[in-house]
């Protein structure tokens, strides 16, 4: 087990390594260099060091090959039988106006002790004054301005292929090569037909998906085993969860780019299904994600839980100022459109949400689970039998775009052949899938509006502007 979570642990160093090289630069190799420079067997020996932070994958290699004994004297000196303190935070109705009132005390005295107060006015506006920096405009003039004409990127390519034969959803696929041990495959499926009754569950629908039992069918393959599976076999969801976190580095499912769960960020036109993965596991891990896709069984207990976790997670949104007043902007700007579905990011606000969410754990408790759950699996099917979407892949620079888009391919057509779906007609991404073609949702104002909006919830106030 150590020796697994060490390689998870490694694979994630190394993604965040390609990621944010300028953040490894900071915290790790400059650290170490400044300390080898000023420590002081450094001063003694001609010979130049780098401490343990450009070590730290042999370190991780030594770690994962330690005795199971070692980790339970880690486990005794610093967490068992150490001093440990418990806090405990209460929540009180009666401390914010004690806390108030012993506020204004405390202005009332400070306002007394004042002895001059129109000296003490003059003495603050000068410091006011002293403290403000004008930069003369000849200095502004002097300091150089960035050429972004000559701003560097890492170095990729990328081709777009239209398939003569679709693969799923996509009728098209986008190849890009980049310098990288972690190849990705994100499958986007527009999201054009699915009705308005089924759109409010698509929250629940995006945060089910790649954490619910599978319900496979006869006849297909089950992780690494090289038998085909001889009956229909359920799969836990913890299974499920364990087995994406061991095969990739990350993985989502999730209406447009950037989303949140109650904000579809943008490009809310497509249904993103996207696996990030250490390049020897893309087999498996594309395994996992298609049939995760086509097989996730929704039961009881996983909507209700699910369920309950996103209406505390509104709770939170309601308290902090910004998602707030992004959600009032969204839900503001998505005007009803005639004859056309309603906007997704309208459905999935928080501002719907919170009554949805509701009613769905009222049906799961009162044993109305099926009429959720047919709901859920309509989403499933629609998505699973769309069409007109496309496929991204994104490889090593060294990598055979055939090779990964037979893997896709093969994995995606083995396991669509034993299932059932209905295949619901879209219009073809033509020749340019991204940006995806959409249509504005601001509406024609013909002035700025301002909105007020008074939640004794939030903890900040908070202003955003919506051009």
């Not at 914010?96 to 405390?106: T, Y």
């Amino acid at each position: 087990a150590m020796r697994k979570l060490a390689e998870r642990f490694r694979h994630s160093l190394a993604l965040d390594m390609e990621n944010k090289p300028d953040d490894l630069i900071q915290e790790m190799i400059c650290i170490d260099i400044v300390n080898a420079h000023f420590a002081t067997q450094s001063q003694s020996s001609s010979s130049f060091s780098i401490g343990s932070r450009a070590n730290l994958f042999d370190i991780i290699d030594r770690l994962a090959n330690k005795p199971l004994s070692f980790w339970l004297d880690v486990l005794k000196i610093w967490m068992i039988d150490a001093q440990t303190y418990y806090v405990a935070m209460t929540p009180s109705a009666t401390l914010g106006p004690q806390l108030e009132s012993a506020r204004r005390e405390v202005e009332k005295r400070n306002e007394a002790s004042i002895v001059d107060k129109v000296e003490h006015a003059r003495a603050i506006a000068q410091a006011v004054e002293t403290s403000k920096v004008n930069i003369p405009g000849s200095v502004k003039s002097t300091i150089p301005m960035p050429d972004l004409a000559r701003v560097t990127s890492l170095p990729h390519s990328q081709r777009l292929d239209l398939l003569t034969k679709t693969i799923g959803p996509a009728s098209a696929v986008q190849l890009i090569w980049f310098e990288s041990e972690f190849p990705e495959v994100v499958l986007h499926i527009p999201v054009h037909e699915i009705p308005n009754d089924l759109r409010p569950y698509m929250v629940l629908f995006q945060e089910l998906l790649l954490c619910s039992d599978l319900l496979l069918p006869a006849g297909v393959f089950y992780d690494v085993e090289e038998e085909l599976t001889v009956k229909e076999r359920r799969i836990a969801y913890t299974t499920v969860v364990e087995r994406l976190a061991a095969v990739t580095t990350s993985s989502d499912a999730s209406i447009g780019f950037g989303n949140d769960s109650f904000s579809c960020s943008w490009l809310e036109d497509i249904f993103v299904l996207a696996i990030n993965t250490p390049r020897e596991k893309l087999r498996l891990a594309v395994r996992w994600l298609v049939q995760a896709f086509m097989f996730a069984d929704f039961t009881a207990e996983r909507i209700l839980t699910v369920a309950q976790n996103l209406l505390s997670e509104i709770n939170d949104w309601k308290r902090d100022g910004d998602l707030v007043a992004m959600s009032v902007v969204t839900y503001f700007t998505a005007q009803e459109r005639p004859n056309q579905p309603r906007w997704m990011d309208k459905c999935i606000s928080i501002f719907e949400q919170e009554s949805v969410l509701k009613h769905i754990i009222d049906l799961v408790k009162t044993g109305n689970t099926d009429a959720v759950v047919a709901k859920l699996d309509d989403i499933q099917d629609l998505l699973v039998g769309g069409s007109g979407g496309f496929l991204t892949l994104g490889m090593p620079t060294n990598g055979d775009a055939q090779s990964y888009i037979a893997d896709f391919t093969r994995e995606w057509d083995a396991n669509m052949v034993k299932r059932n779906t209905k295949q619901v007609a879209i219009p073809d991404v033509g020749k340019n899938p991204f940006p995806y073609p959409r249509s504005t949702r601001f509406p024609e104002l013909s002035k700025p509006q301002q909105l007020h909006i008074p939640m004794p919830s939030i903890q900040a106030s908070c202003v955003q502007l919506a051009f």
